[in-house]
């Protein structure tokens, strides 16, 4: 039995990209879930009798599905996880094979059997909540938090005791001023440190930095340039601000800077086109350069499914209503086309970008994809 909760969603997704069955067996059960969805279970059990009706007529199939759904079943009478909004499984009983991810975000609920587990919901977040670093400081306090696509981690948190108001007939107030300045800036250097550490042995995606007035700014002069490109947004807050209500700030700098990044990536599409620059646009150009390891960064329409058939011995995929493999001559099994392609892109080592309503993205077939050569 194969289990494994990795805090990193880009590695989980690695994983299952590359996981699918050759003989082209609908034998993976992809099951996601809302927690705070009261019905959900009258969801799941609707689904399973609908996907146990077409699997019926294949014994071997159907027993392999009763096993997962079983497993899943049990699985999901206790919430292992209860900050979690959603969880994903996935279950195949030949080969054997589990794995469950909690998820800090709604999913919408839904289940799948196929060739190999369904992951376009999982793409879909890692793109839209990439791994990033909230920094809450102001002069006597430093809080950070290494906010992964699914767990919110403390990375850790200093303070320091700066000298009171002056008073009369004790120092002057030039040289109060001037040595509470040097422990604030010592403070703020010792909590750069920390920071330029994180940034640079991890694979953290922006900062966030949050605190009260000037006090972030300060703390921002003792970065390196190369951190200080990092910054996304920079949030005026209270050190007694609930850290929830601060999080919820922060996801949503990082969401508005995702979607910008999205539309330029659009645009700068429509300019490469029309310059003939290395990108290609279409189904099967886009399918053609992903099988080939030659696409650095995939466009795809969010809301795009193209029905159509894999083999899994060949990797052969077509558009259509299954039929044998024009290669070996095997059974094929029923998918989204644009799924298959989200999974090629992922084993390849491709970036994914989901982008929502662009209209020439539509006029280019909802995919495109920029080329490495």
């Known amino acids: 039995m194969v289990e494994k909760t990795s805090k990193d969603l880009n590695e989980d997704l690695e994983e299952l990209a590359n996981v699918y069955q050759e003989d082209s067996k609908d034998t993976y059960l992809s099951v996601y879930l809302d927690l705070k969805d009261k019905a959900r279970m009258d969801f799941f059990d609707k689904r399973v009798r609908i996907i146990r009706n077409v699997v019926k007529k294949d014994k071997m199939e159907l027993a392999n599905f009763d096993k997962a759904v079983d497993a899943a079943r049990d699985e999901l009478k206790v919430n292992h996880d209860h900050e979690a909004k959603a969880v994903a499984l996935f279950i195949s009983k030949s080969p054997d094979y589990f794995k469950r991810i909690f998820l800090p975000v709604e999913t919408g609920n839904l289940i799948v059997l196929d060739t190999s587990p369904y992951i376009r919901p999982l793409a879909l977040i890692e793109d839209e909540y990439r791994d990033y670093v909230l920094v809450l400081v102001d002069s006597e306090h430093f809080k950070i ?108 700098e990082m969401a508005a800077a995702e979607k910008a990044e999205g539309d330029e990536l659009s645009k700068m599409l429509k300019d490469a086109v029309m310059a003939g620059k290395n990108v290609t646009y279409g189904l099967e150009e886009t399918l053609e350069a992903t099988q080939q390891g030659r696409v650095s960064i995939l466009l795809v329409d969010t809301d795009t499914q193209i029905p159509g058939y894999i083999c899994e011995k060949d990797q052969h995929i077509g558009k259509g209503s299954p039929k044998p493999c024009p290669i070996c001559g095997g059974e094929t099994s029923e998918v989204d086309v644009i799924e298959e392609i989200i999974e090629f892109a992922i084993r390849m080592g491709s970036r994914v970008e989901f982008v929502k309503g662009n209209d020439y993205l539509k006029e280019l077939g909802c995919i495109a994809a920029y080329l490495r050569y």
């Open 145 to 252: 938090y290494d906010m992964a696509a699914t767990t919110i981690e403390s990375k850790g948190s200093k303070s320091t005791e700066l000298i009171g108001k002056h008073k009369k007939g004790g120092w002057s107030q030039q040289r109060f001023s001037r040595l509470r300045k040097e422990a604030v800036d010592k403070f703020h250097k010792n909590c750069a440190e920390d920071l330029v550490k994180i940034m640079r042995e991890t694979d953290q995606e922006g900062i966030v930095l949050a605190g009260p007035g000037k006090a972030k700014e300060d703390f921002a002069k003792h970065l390196p340039q190369d951190i200080v490109s990092e910054i996304v947004a920079r949030l005026d807050v209270s050190m007694d601000l609930h850290q929830s209500k601060l999080i919820q700030m922060a996801e949503g």
